[in-house]
């Protein structure tokens, strides 16, 4: 599919058909994504792909946890903020039953039912941090992680395949790395489902337009066309 086409349309999917991907499917998609950069060409990252009925409960039963604080708290705000908006409880029911972050507990609610849960997995020793010594979070080794992730995600979308990059199960990292025996080096980055999508994709993501986020020389001189 064109590459242009893939970028623009691959959002975080909520809906699958129970469908299982082919083994070839993640084959392919896993051989286009690892020519994704890595610092030194050190290429730290490992996938996981779970498609154990058991295995899925479980990181589903865990990942619930974190989302459901998440989403008593994301839900509850986002009412304040439309009831504010329309002054109408009824109308914010309305709108809240179509929110994304109501997709995104359906979604959650069905983790375990989705056809897999990818695991992506990143060897830390062979990543290449070069702001540990900065007072502030450290962010460049995950530069030599996410963009075969998200190499990842694109070559499944040019399958017909959609995914949901998530990240909360993280927090259950030895938990995960015992139930599914990753390797004592490994992290875990990001746990991606994938399956077939249950509706078509979408033409359109709410995104910042270019001049928020880019600029020419100055971050007062916005990237315009
Ligand atoms: C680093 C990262 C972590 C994310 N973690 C989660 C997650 O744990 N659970 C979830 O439902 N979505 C997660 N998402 C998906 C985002 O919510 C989604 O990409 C964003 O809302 C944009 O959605 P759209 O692409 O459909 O417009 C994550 C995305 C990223 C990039």
Known sequence: MDLIEAMRSQPANRFYKPDPVPTEVFHRAVDNARFGPQGGNRQPVRFLIVTDPAKKAQLAEWYMIPWSAYYEQASSEEAVALTAESGDEK???????????????????NLANHPAIIVACA????????????????????????????????ALRNEGVATTLTTLLCLFEPQVKELLGIPDELATAAHIVAGYPEKPFPTKLTRHPVEEIAFMDSFDNPLTA
């Open 91 to 109: 109308a914010t029911k309305a709108v809240m039953s179509k929110s994304s972050v109501v997709a995104a507990n359906t979604f959650a609610e």
């Open 123 to 154: 060897d830390l020793a062979e990543t290449h941090p070069t702001d540990t010594d900065l007072d502030r979070l450290s962010i460049v080794g995950g530069a030599s992680v996410y963009p075969v992730v998200q190499n990842l995600c694109l």
